[in-house]
């Protein structure tokens, strides 16, 4: 069946570090892959998204492609802030489906710390 | 603006009890979903509805009951069936396009049994 799988958290950085958090997923055909973030105390939202292969999702300096060939979306970015500490949930549509989140399969998250 | 909001952002339960947490959303989209966030847990789908009157069983709906009578509302009621309500509840709205639709969630409420 479908599913994702993030690396474990925490994970705990100094302001201005890269950060690398893995996402990997099963799927049959073409997903589209999604990452969502959730600050302290609030709701998700969207951080980017990826909806064919090679693509490549970017927003506020995070980055993830769509690896078809490695099965990954792993989330980037180049030098994390105080304020990027949060929760981040890797998630998926599988193919061929409208996208009805009640068919969007979401990672466990990634807790990340950033400190100064 | 739009959005979706829920209400309240705390609530407490005390045993036996029902409650009722409100989502409304003024994003005119069909489809809203219940989900569960247990500490260091991904979500859980309780309920999803994706049109106004109409409404599916998540993956774990046991415990739960919601109503969809207008587009905008989608509210969840926690019964006393359900034997470990303590946590936190997102709602969410979202079109049902193909082309990697983005959901927008509410700001959450935390259920605490006491």
């Known amino acids: 069946g479908n599913s994702v799988t993030q690396m474990e958290g925490p994970v705990t950085l100094s302001e201005e570090a890269f950060l690398t958090i893995n996402c990997t997923y099963t799927a049959t055909g073409y997903p589209s892959l999604f990452w969502y973030v959730q600050y302290p105390g609030e709701g998700l939202q969207l951080l980017l998204k990826a909806t064919k292969a090679d693509d490549k999702g970017s927003n506020k300096g995070f980055e993830a492609t769509y690896r078809k060939e490695t099965t990954s979306f792993h989330l980037e970015k180049g030098s994390v802030q105080v304020s990027d500490s949060a929760v981040y949930f890797c998630a998926l549509t599988p193919f061929g489906q409208s996208t009805s989140y009640d068919k969007v399969i979401f990672g466990p998250g990634t807790s990340l710390s950033v400190i100064p | 603006d739009g959005g979706i909001t829920q209400s309240p952002k705390y609530l407490f339960r005390k045993e036996g009890q029902n409650v009722t947490l409100s989502c409304e959303q003024n994003?005119?989209?069909?489809?809203m979903y219940w989900y569960r966030q247990d500490p260091g847990q991904g979500l859980r789908l309780i309920y999803y509805?994706?049109?106004?009157?109409?409404?599916q069983k998540g993956d774990i709906a046991e415990g739960y009951s919601v109503s969809r009578e207008k587009k905008e509302s989608f509210p969840l009621t926690v019964t006393s069936a359900q034997k470990n309500p303590t946590a936190f509840y997102l709602c969410?709205?979202?079109?049902?396009?193909?082309?990697?639709?983005?959901?927008?969630f509410g700001q959450g409420t935390r259920l605490t049994v006491v």
């Open positions: 969410a709205s979202s079109t049902t396009g193909y082309d990697g639709t983005e959901a927008f």
């Open positions: 994003l005119n989209h069909d489809a």
């Open positions: 509805s994706q049109i106004v009157n109409d409404f």
